[in-house]
């Protein structure tokens, strides 16, 4: 075991697919979990004996996520260590400050599965490398799209190769990217919006949306003015197909754009992610209406970091 015994893990909320990048494009926004990770007592128990585990959460989730070892973190921990062939802590502590939405596609999963990985990996499994991080994040989460800019901050774009094998590459977004995140009170779980999209799509709508990502990623890191990134933000692979489980957000994202805002689902949804200027706030608050939790964000840089509470 490390050293350390505790250590301190933050983890930015993503938004994925940013409309024609479908589980391949994901940005890292300055919002966040904090989770302190606690080894109280590595001391192995005798066979068949379970290992304790403590789970305190406050802010979103509290009262209604496990606190056993069916935490999204524990499990995250419990695999990491499995990986690197290190010894299951007899007990373990988990002390979660939640601030991303839960079901609104901001990523709260991806941020709970790099959170346990990452400490987990501070606290007994250093050998581990970051592509091991990356590689087992992606098969806890079933897709790189998310887990990519949690872990690496900014723009980033995931796929994987013919193995199986997932990679990234890390994009620094133009500072004049200004993300607006539009958060319903409504939820919405990956699983019911991806079982939404069909098998086959038409050719010409694939090629659309090959076209459209291209466009997004030169007007995101170059040139982000809002005319072209309208343009760049159409998508005809994913939104259409999953409107019937979120009218609200379709209608939404159809009525911003109508306007000439650029706005996508934020990942499966239902939060709608806009990119917006000094001048695009009013019209997003006049479109959104009550309903809605709207909070404008940056773009985070870094990504996850782990520190021990020594150094906070």
């Given at each position: 075991?490390?050293p350390?015994?505790?250590?301190?893990?933050?983890?930015p909320?993503?938004?994925?697919?940013?409309?024609?990048?479908?589980?391949?494009?994901?940005l890292?926004l300055?919002?966040?979990?904090?989770?302190?990770?606690?080894?109280?007592?590595?001391?192995?128990?005798?066979?068949g004996?379970?290992?304790?585990v403590?789970?305190h959460?406050?802010?979103?989730?509290?009262?209604?996520?496990?606190?056993g070892?069916g935490?999204?973190?524990?499990?995250a921990?419990?695999?990491?260590?499995?990986?690197a062939?290190?010894?299951?802590?007899?007990r373990?502590?988990?002390?979660?400050?939640n601030?991303?939405?839960?079901?609104?596609?901001?990523?709260?999963?991806s941020?709970?599965?790099?959170?346990?990985?990452?400490?987990?990996?501070?606290?007994?499994?250093p050998?581990?490398?970051?592509?091991?991080?990356f590689a087992?994040a992606?098969?806890?989460?079933?897709?790189p799209d998310?887990?990519?800019p949690?872990?690496?901050?900014?723009?980033?774009i995931?796929?994987?190769?013919l193995?199986?094998?997932?990679?990234?590459?890390?994009?620094?977004?133009?500072?004049?990217?200004?993300?607006?995140?539009?958060v319903?009170?409504?939820?919405?779980s990956?699983?019911?919006a991806?079982?939404?999209?069909?098998?086959?799509?038409?050719?010409?709508?694939?090629?659309?949306?090959?076209?459209?990502?291209?466009?997004?990623?030169?007007?995101?890191?170059?040139?982000p003015?809002?005319?072209?990134?309208?343009?760049?933000?159409?998508?005809?692979?994913?939104q259409?197909?999953?409107?019937?489980?979120?009218?609200?957000?379709a209608?939404l994202?159809?009525?911003?754009r109508v306007?000439?805002?650029p706005?996508v689902?934020?990942?499966a949804?239902?939060?709608v992610?806009?990119?917006?200027?000094?001048?695009?706030?009013?019209?997003?608050?006049?479109e959104?209406?009550?309903?809605w939790h709207?909070?404008?964000l940056?773009?985070?840089?870094?990504?996850?970091?782990?520190?021990?509470?020594?150094?906070?």
């Open positions: 075991m490390s350390s015994s505790t250590v301190m893990v933050r983890v909320a993503t938004s994925a697919n940013l409309g024609p990048g479908f589980d391949s494009l994901g890292a300055t919002l966040y979990d904090e989770v302190e990770v606690s080894i109280l007592d590595d001391t192995p128990g005798a066979e004996d379970a290992p304790g403590e789970v959460v406050e802010g979103e989730g509290a009262g209604e996520l496990d606190t070892e935490h999204l973190i524990v499990r921990v419990r695999a990491t260590l499995d990986l062939g290190a010894p299951q802590p007899r373990l502590r988990l002390r979660c400050h601030r991303i939405p839960h079901a609104r596609g901001l990523g709260s999963s941020a709970a599965i790099c959170a346990g990985i990452l400490a987990a990996r501070a606290l007994a499994a050998s581990l490398s970051d592509d091991d991080v087992l992606t098969r806890m989460e079933g897709h998310n887990v990519a949690c872990l690496s901050g900014g723009l980033t995931a796929w994987s190769d193995s199986g094998t997932p990679h990234k590459l890390e994009l620094s977004p133009h500072g004049g990217v200004r993300p607006v995140v539009c319903p009170r409504t939820r919405l990956t699983e019911e991806r079982g939404l999209l069909p098998k086959d799509v038409p050719h010409a709508d694939a090629a659309a949306n090959a076209g459209r990502a291209a466009l997004l990623i030169a007007a995101l890191t170059q040139r003015e809002s005319g072209l990134l309208l343009a760049a933000t159409e998508d005809r692979l994913h259409a197909y999953r409107a019937p489980a979120m009218p609200g957000t209608d994202v159809e009525r911003l306007a000439r805002v706005a689902v934020s990942g949804g239902p939060t992610l806009v990119f917006g200027t000094a001048d695009t706030h009013d019209l997003i608050a006049s959104v209406g009550s309903d709207i909070q404008p940056d773009v985070d840089r870094s990504g996850a970091s782990v520190e021990s509470p020594e150094t906070r």
